[in-house]
């Protein structure tokens, strides 16, 4: 597997190649309280929550990016969420 380390001043910038980590039941978690929202409605629906911790920079992250959309369509009953690392800092 590979690893994600912070994204060092003089990387590349990727954004011409844009990836959606949003897509099929996938739902992107931005703010703490979204985060603490979706969790408490899948506890109060009974659902298991997949999360998914990303960021845009990261190569491994990209190309699991269409893999975990999949599986939240093959996956109904299950919520995905996804997290981009460097929006969603919690201290």
Not at 5 to 34: C, L, M, Y
Request: net charge negative; hydrophobic share 35%; glycine share 6%.
């Amino acid at each position: 597997m590979g690893g994600c380390f912070a994204k060092s001043q003089n990387d590349d910038d990727d954004s011409e190649h844009p990836i959606e980590f949003a897509g099929g039941n996938v739902q992107v978690v931005s703010t703490e309280e979204s985060w603490k929202e979706h969790l408490a409605e899948a506890s109060k629906d009974g659902k298991t929550v997949v999360a998914n911790f990303s960021a845009t920079w990261c190569g491994p992250c990209r190309m699991i990016a269409p893999f975990y959309t999949e599986l939240s369509e093959k996956h109904p009953s299950l919520v995905f969420l996804s997290i981009d690392v460097d929006e969603l800092t919690v201290s």
